[in-house]
């Protein structure tokens, strides 16, 4: 079976500085699609960033990037400059291309701090 | 700026009362999906759907139902709530596995 594993449930990081989510997930495909969401407090989840398996370069969104290693499974999320309205929630999401189903990981909550 | 909405965004109801969460989408896509998270914040998926008339149930065992009359609503019904119930139900959809969801601010449901 499929999984995603977010193995740090909180973490925090000073203002201005650069903080790394982990995420690492497990499956026989070689075709599927990883994804990183943000759901601030009682606000909306948005889609952060997103990755294909088949694309070597890794994903960059302005201060958030990847390190996407499909050898090791695994798809962490860099954020650099951290801001307080970074502070959130975040999901690490996976999906293959024979299903419509994402899988997501338990979350890390992060606070950024002042 | 949300494309798909959900109704109520707060909701307190009693035990055995039925209630409908709306979930509309002005975006067109076929993929519609809920998913009850719980107070830890983990995701769970109750139903989905690929399409018009396209309905599957999740993951996560589920006393709710929904429908996918029209592509842009995909209401979720409870018959007879519980407190057990009681949880945030989130809506998302989606155009194609590639792109990610684009999810709803949220129904926050307490029943009592």
């Known amino acids: 079976a499929q999984t995603v594993t977010q193995s740090q449930p909180e973490m925090s990081v000073q203002e201005a500085e650069t903080v790394t989510l982990s995420c690492t997930y497990d499956t026989s495909e070689s075709n599927y699609y990883l994804f990183w969401y943000k759901q601030p407090p009682s606000r909306q989840m948005i889609l952060v960033i997103r990755q294909e398996a088949y694309k070597q370069q890794n994903a960059t969104e302005n201060r958030f990037s990847v390190n996407f290693q499909k050898a090791a499974k695994s798809f962490s999320l860099k954020i650099s400059d951290s801001q307080l309205g970074d502070t959130a929630m975040y999901f690490c999401a996976f999906i293959d291309s024979g299903t419509y189903k994402y899988i997501f990981g338990t979350g890390t909550r992060l606070k950024v701090l002042a | 700026e949300a494309d798909i909405y959900q109704t109520p965004r707060y909701l307190v109801i009693g035990t055995g009362k039925k209630i409908t969460l709306e979930c509309s989408q002005t975006?067109?896509?076929?993929?519609m999906y809920w998913y009850q998270q719980d107070p830890g914040m983990e995701l769970h998926l109750i139903h989905y759907s690929y399409g018009v008339n396209s309905t599957e149930k999740g993951d996560l065992s589920s006393e709710s139902t929904v429908s996918r009359i029209r592509t842009e609503h995909f209401p979720l019904t409870l018959e007879s709530a519980r407190p057990s119930h009681t949880s945030q139900y989130l809506c998302?959809?989606?155009?194609?596995?590639?792109?990610?969801?684009?999810f709803g601010s949220g129904t926050r449901l307490t029943v009592v």
């Open positions: 975006m067109g896509h076929d993929k």
């Open positions: 998302a959809s989606s155009p194609d596995r590639h792109y990610g969801y684009t």
